[in-house]
Structure formats: structure tokens, C-alpha cells
């Protein structure tokens, strides 16, 4: 069978031909669960749980978000790295979740990564020559003669000189390993590229180098980027739209600039609050967020984040409960989840959301230190000894379902739909932004410099 040539023009699936600023990638509801290890009943890690959006040919599409949020197993799983669980993953008429064959072939030419750490992603057995020829030699492309002078080129194309086709890796700074790395993700000519934190294990000098080659490439090639990144600033650099994802969520998607200058849901605004200003002196109010990320094992029932959410809508009946009461349950509901997820100890996770030095043995110490001060209405203290009594008996689970159904709101119940927030199609998904709510921005600490 004849195979595709240095003059091969299709790219093997329909969908891909398509122009610039057109749907490249439409992702629906995509799910990626990594399944337990554990023999029998385990909960699988939901690392990517029901995400949507569009992916514009030739734009860079930033993903962002706290480590363990699930960028890199979606950037896996759109190239096919991984499968998904469920969801799709339109190219044209293609569903490539579902590929087999010359058509999962195709995709896979079409769909490179470039990873994170060239130390490890290259292996130091093989020439940079061998690395940078080896997809060409797997999908068998072209003659042996056109696929040395294709390496040829790309290593020009990276700035690489010639001579460095039979070197090895090691003898390579960590710059130029990477720009091997992205040589060989371009040497099949894909149209979609996946850069999984690309300059972050680089010295902070090389890293402006690296992102501008990648720049350049995208422009003289008509690259397609999924750009994963923890680091805001470069995203803000560098990318057309970022998707600010949570617990295998997108929480927030939008053009770069409107997201970074008037965050709309309160997790984008918590994660850009947490960014260190260059002045110091520059006041803003700084979100700090309770607790770490719930497990992707057993992630809440309503929204991602209303664990954690500064500005989370109270339960009917309860607005006038003053802040600190309020908080305290919200504590006390963290620390049996924490509880239940039997990580840590009760003491240390209780130590570590209050903020105190005293160890807490039992719940009984816990509703102690958090509630005895207080006078709580019938309303509320009746759940908490409730759950109390529920705990104590090593029941969390039942203690949590008892609080959340008794002081629970629509955050702890329902997953928020995407709103669209503004003129440029930008969402965000939050129940505060429903039109009986007060807006995030409207309750919470503001976000942004204070120039
Ligand atoms: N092969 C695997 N098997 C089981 N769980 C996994 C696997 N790979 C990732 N996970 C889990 O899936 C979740 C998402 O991980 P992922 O690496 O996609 O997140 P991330 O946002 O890219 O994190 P980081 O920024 O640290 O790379 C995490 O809880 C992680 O522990």
C-alpha cells in the first residue's frame, strides 16, 4: 500500500481540512475515569468528568488549573492517549473516541504532544536523528532518503544545527532537548498539537525561547495548540482562550484577555487572586481558599467547587446566620469529608483547616472547638448533633448526606449549567450567575490590580 509522501496534502480525516478560526475539535460531555486498583468496590479517579467546549483551528487554547485537576489526562485523552470513558470528541464527522484502524492512524499523525520534561520524555539510547525519525519510520512515511532529509529540516526549523542529528540527548541543554521534543512532534506535519506544560521544567531565560519558537511554528505551519500550563502569566502570554478546569471540570472558558481582567466565576477568581502581583504594594484582597481539592474519587454532588467556595449561596432560611456560625459548618461538613477519606487523620486535617496547634482526637473535640461559643438556632444545631452522633460512630458518609440535605443550598445539590457572561461567548459555570442571585463579583473580595 502506498502511504503518504512528503507531498501528501490530505490529512487522512475530513474533519481536519477545515479553515482557520473554523471548530477544529468540538469535546462533548468527556469523561476520562481511571479505574481503582483496588480488587473489589472501589471508586474510580475521575480525572476528567464531563467537559465541553470547541477547539478553533489555528488558535492556542490554554487549560489551567491546580495540579490533579485533570489537564494533562484530557490533553491524553483528545490525542488519544488515553481512552475516555464516556463523551465525545468531534472532528468533522468523526468521533475520535471511537476511531479504529487507518482512521485512528490518521488521527493519531494528525494529534502530537509535546511533554512536559524533555529529560525524561526522550530516550537517551537514540541519536536526536533516530528520536525526531522514529514517528516518521512507525507510519512509515516516504522513502528512507526523503525521511533523512525531512529530520534535516526539522532540526533547522527547531534551531538545531546538522550536525546534531547523531548526538544524544544528554549532551543537550534542557532548551534544546526540548526543542527536539518538538521536532519530533511535528514531524508527521500534525494539525493539532497538545503542549503539556512545555516551558515549565526550563530555566525561567530559556523558557521566553521555547515559547517563541512554538509561536512561530504555529504561524508558519497553521498549528492548532491545547496549551496545559499552571503557570498563569505565560497563559496569559501566549494563549487566544484558556478553560480554567476544577475537579475534572471547566469551570470557566473564555478569550484570554476578558478572563484575566474580569474573572467570572469565583474559582477563576480565587486561582487569579492567588497569583503573586509584581507590586507589592499594590492592594488587593486575597482569596485564600479552605482546605485542598476534594478527592476525584467522590467529588461533591452539586458544584465542583462548593467545598471550597468563598462565595457559596446559603440555604434558604439561613441568610441572616452570621458568617462566622456559617463558616464553622462549612468547616465541620470539610473535616468529616476529610474524615471519610481516611488520608490523613482527623487531628491533622483539623489542624490544618482551623489553623490551631491543639490535636483533636474526636468529633466530639471538633463540634467542641467549633460550635460550644456559639449560640446556634434549633435549625442548625439539631443536624450537627445529628451528624455528630452519626460520626461518632464512624459513619461520615451518612453525617455528611444528613448536612447537606438539612443545611444544604443549590450549590451542594445541583451541578451549575454554563452561563454565558459576557459579549464574546465566554461561560462560566456558576448558580450565582442565575438571575436570582447576586453575582460573584458583587459578594466576594474583588480580584485584579490595583493600578
Ligand atoms: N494513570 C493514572 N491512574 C490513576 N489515576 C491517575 C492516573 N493519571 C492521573 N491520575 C489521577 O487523575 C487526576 C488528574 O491527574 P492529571 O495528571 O490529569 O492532572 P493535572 O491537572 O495534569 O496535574 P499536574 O498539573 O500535577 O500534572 C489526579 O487525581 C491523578 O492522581
Not at 481511571?34 to 477547539?55: R, T, W
Not at 534542557?174 to 503542549?195: D, H, K, N, S, T
Amino acid at each position: 500500500m502506498s502511504r503518504p509522501g512528503p507531498e501528501r496534502t490530505a490529512t487522512g480525516l475530513a474533519g481536519l481540512d477545515c479553515d482557520p478560526g473554523e471548530t477544529l475539535l468540538s469535546v462533548r460531555d468527556l469523561r476520562t475515569y481511571y479505574e481503582s486498583g483496588d480488587l473489589i468496590g472501589g471508586q474510580p479517579v475521575k480525572a476528567v468528568d464531563g467537559v465541553s467546549f470547541d477547539v478553533k483551528k489555528g488558535e492556542t487554547l490554554g487549560i489551567v488549573g491546580e495540579s490533579g485537576c485533570g489537564k494533562t489526562t484530557l490533553g491524553r485523552t483528545l490525542v488519544r492517549l488515553e481512552a475516555a470513558t464516556g463523551g465525545e470528541v468531534r472532528v468533522g464527522d468523526d468521533d475520535v473516541t471511537q476511531l479504529s484502524g487507518e482512521d485512528l492512524q490518521a488521527w493519531r499523525r494528525n494529534a502530537q504532544v509535546v511533554f512536559q520534561d524533555p529529560e525524561s520524555s526522550l530516550n537517551d539510547r537514540m541519536t536526536v536523528g533516530e528520536i525526531v525519525r522514529e514517528p516518521l519510520d512507525v507510519h512509515d512515511w516516504g522513502t528512507p532518503a526523503e525521511r533523512r532529509a525531512r529530520v534535516r529540516s526539522l532540526l533547522e526549523k527547531v534551531g538545531l544545527q546538522e550536525e546534531h542529528y547523531y548526538r544524544y540527548p544528554h549532551q543537550f541543554s534542557g532548551g534544546q532537548r526540548q526543542r527536539v521534543g518538538i521536532a519530533r512532534a511535528l514531524a508527521l506535519e500534525p494539525e493539532f498539537v497538545v503542549l503539556d506544560e512545555p516551558v515549565s521544567a526550563l530555566d525561567v531565560s530559556v523558557q521566553a525561547q521555547i515559547l517563541n519558537l512554538l509561536m512561530d511554528l504555529q504561524e508558519e505551519l497553521g498549528l492548532t495548540y491545547l496549551f496545559i500550563a499552571h503557570d498563569l502569566s505565560v497563559v496569559e502570554h501566549i494563549c487566544d482562550r484558556v478553560a480554567v478546569m476544577y475537579l475534572g471540570n471547566v469551570m470557566e472558558l473564555g478569550p484570554t484577555e476578558e478572563l484575566f481582567e474580569d474573572p467570572a466565576n469565583p474559582y477563576t477568581r480565587a486561582l487569579l487572586s492567588a497569583v503573586p502581583e509584581p507590586d507589592p504594594t499594590a492592594e488587593i484582597d486575597r482569596m485564600t481558599l479552605r482546605g485542598t481539592p476534594p478527592s476525584p474519587r467522590d467529588p461533591p454532588q452539586g458544584c465542583p467547587f462548593s467545598t471550597r467556595c468563598p462565595v457559596k449561596i446559603r440555604p434558604e432560611g439561613f441568610e441572616d446566620v452570621d458568617d462566622e456560625t456559617w463558616e464553622a459548618i462549612e468547616v465541620f461538613r470539610e473535616t468529616l469529608r476529610a474524615r471519610s477519606r481516611a488520608e490523613r487523620s482527623l487531628s491533622e486535617q483539623a489542624r490544618e483547616f482551623l489553623g490551631f496547634e491543639t490535636r483533636f482526637a474526636t468529633v466530639d473535640e471538633v463540634v467542641e472547638e467549633l460550635f460550644a461559643d456559639r449560640e446556634l438556632p434549633g435549625s442548625i444545631r439539631e443536624p450537627v448533633d445529628r451528624a455528630t452522633d452519626l460520626a461518632r460512630d464512624g459513619d461520615e458518609a451518612p453525617a455528611l448526606d444528613h448536612l447537606r440535605e438539612e443545611l444544604g443550598s443549590v450549590c451542594d445539590h445541583e451541578p451549575p449549567a454554563a452561563h454565558g457572561v459576557d459579549a464574546t461567548a465566554r461561560e462560566s459555570r456558576c448558580h450565582r450567575h442565575d438571575d436570582e442571585y447576586e453575582e460573584p463579583a458583587a459578594v466576594g473580595p474583588s480580584v485584579g490590580d490595583a493600578e
